[in-house]
């Protein structure tokens, strides 16, 4: 074996030139998945897509999808591909980005859902406006934050259910009611009642005055 030139046998040891440490890695910048839904073919979703790329979104998913539809196909591909990342790299932050809440989710039910399968995925998730802007991971103080979005929820649609209800209610004590108005009104009603009263059919009847069979033999049994 070959003596290295940096040493001389038979000579007091000399430490030699320090060698610098490694620098330790560190996890890579967050990865940002975007996400934008509106709820009509009419509205329009471009001003989401510009504030998620400024937002430097690596990748978008986006839809136009009604908030009575329960599956939103968009947003499973979201999450999918961000649990992807996490499994393949569990060190690698992964950001569920989107402009506002109400894009995610239609209440308190599927915000809880949602929350869990975040907190599950060790997902986090960042809100470009509203009261609530920032980032919020699922496992640490951002738990919080959904619970009380959750409660908001909750309240939020109780409150338009009792303004709903109170609502209709007086508008009946002042003889307001809800629905189309009536296609017989009190002339009609007078002409089909005395028309009906000489014999005549209701067939005959409902043709002249231009309304259907069943709706006549409705308000024709409501004053009997």
Request: glycine fraction near 8%; include cysteine; aromatic fraction near 2%.
């Amino acid at each position: 074996m070959k003596t290295p030139a940096d040493r001389n046998l038979c000579k007091p040891w000399a430490a030699g030139p320090v060698v610098p440490k490694a620098v330790e890695a560190t996890p890579g910048t967050a990865i940002r998945i975007g996400y934008a839904r509106c709820s009509t073919v009419g509205q329009e979703l471009q001003s989401q897509l510009d504030a998620l790329a400024a937002a430097q979104c690596t990748r978008v998913f986006s839809e136009k999808i009604s908030t009575r539809v329960k599956e939103r196909p968009e947003l499973d591909k979201a999450l999918t591909l961000a649990r992807e990342i996490r499994a393949a790299a569990p060190g690698q932050p992964v950001i569920l980005t989107v402009v506002e809440m109400k894009r995610l989710a239609r209440n308190a039910a599927e915000l809880m859902t949602l929350s869990a399968a975040l907190q599950a995925d060790g997902i986090q998730l960042k809100l470009l406006s509203g009261p609530l802007q920032g980032v919020y991971d699922p496992n640490g103080a951002g738990a919080i934050v959904f619970a009380v979005l959750a409660v908001a929820a909750e309240v939020e649609r109780e409150g338009i259910r009792e303004k709903t209800l109170e609502g209709l209610d007086a508008a009946a004590r002042q003889g307001r009611h809800g629905g189309r108005p009536s296609v017989v009104d009190e002339d009609k009603l007078a002409i089909a009642r005395a028309r009906h009263a000489k014999g005549e059919s209701v067939t005959a009847i409902a043709e002249a005055l231009g309304i259907s069979r069943a709706t006549l033999y409705r308000h024709i049994g409501e004053t009997t």
